[in-house]
């Protein structure tokens, strides 16, 4: 059974996997820390995401370009003039809301491509069914266009910024586009390659709701691969089928998973599909991979002067190469991968365990180390020096705190696979326990056994 977002949120707090951010001032709307596990946790799927994207891919190159960009890039995208949602207020309790999200709640397809004036069409025929989330009032404005690119003063030392700002990026793709040349420059990269980038990206998100699944500061995960016009077709679907088994050999269920295409394109679009996944508030979208034609790297041709057409160094043809992407929010894919493995299991009569069965390569803590006893000083040596030998390799966490039992259910709730046990007869013949979370089963094995053991189930 998927579980609520109050059971996610109320984990994520209790064991240190998302904070809301400035909680001491009453939090800042849609903008959360990750805690320590959650630190590990969205390490681990970045470096999923980048070996499945650059090791195992040879003609994909990494790339980290950085936050800021000269503000030109963003004219050049179309996010200054067409980068924006609906937005309406109520006039009781002045909330602002999107008013495509309203439109959806009802029943209505609606969307954020969609012109202020067929916005304001839909709303106004569905008004009588539409209330405010926050006063249950039906008295809103008109819908507006709001952009939700955000401004910054850098590198702008006069008092009226908000004339001529900067931005922070709203998508990390921009900074792969301006890159593109230098990349065929500096390395050996010839069409068709790709140019993978993790980044923080930054929306002005009307709505804060949802938890990290709608964030203002939020973190993305896209690679652009550019292809000859005549290959764009099959390579889209090619790399459609590849980011679905990517999420299926991440470990997440299938059924959880689908297929959503867009009928209304945005601007540079040729054709859009999104994977969705069955969050706690039903499916919503986890990726989107797009085939974006040719409309990037002609806009920046155009904006900075620069030719970014491609000669093939075979045939001697010079053409725009065209764009497809694949791009997926870091916080969306932590949120799926949360809920996927969220267990609530009756383990005797009476008593219940909350386990998450993540995959074994994205657990946050790959094995506990417990002695069986603190007072013991052979024992606790013995289990600080297990410790000590496969933390290099490993995020292992070293737990002498309650009894034993307390401290498996510990570890099952941030989803560590192995807790190994070091007790009287570790010091007779050096073997200990190895707990699985799964099966909660117990066997035994030599400490030398150890590094082979976790080589072996922690793929
Ligand atoms: N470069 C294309 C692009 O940015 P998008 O559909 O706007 O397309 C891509 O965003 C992905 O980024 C989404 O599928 C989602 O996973 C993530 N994303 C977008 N907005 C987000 C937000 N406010 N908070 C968290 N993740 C977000």
Redesign the pocket.
Known sequence: MTPTLDTIVSLCKRRGFVYPSSEIYDGFA?VYDFGPYGVELAQNIRTAWHRAMTWQEPNIVALDSAIFMHPKVWEASGHVSGFSDPLAECRVCHSRVRVDHLLEEVGVQADEKMTEAQINELFAAHKARIKCPKCGSKDFTEAKSFNLLVQSNLGNFTGDWTQEPTYLR????QGIYVNFKNILDSTRMKVPFGIAQIGK?F?N?ITARQF?????E???M?MQYFVHPDAAADTYESWRTKRFDYYISLGIKPENLRWHQHENLVFYARAAW?IEYNFPFGFK????V?NRGDYDLTQHTKFSGVDLSYRDPHTSEVYMPHII?T???????FLAVLTDAYTEEQVAEGDTRVVLKLPKTLAPVKLAVFPLVKNKPDIVAKALSVYQSLSKTYKVEFDDNGNVGKRYRRQDEIGTPYCATIDYQTLEDDTITIRDRDTMEQIRISIAELPAFLVKNIV
Do not use: P
């Open positions: 849609a709203g998508e990390t793709c990206a929306r998100e990290i699944f709608r964030k203002r939020f973190e993305q896209e999104d979208e986890l990726e989107g797009h992407e791009s997926v929010g870091l916080d969306r894919t």
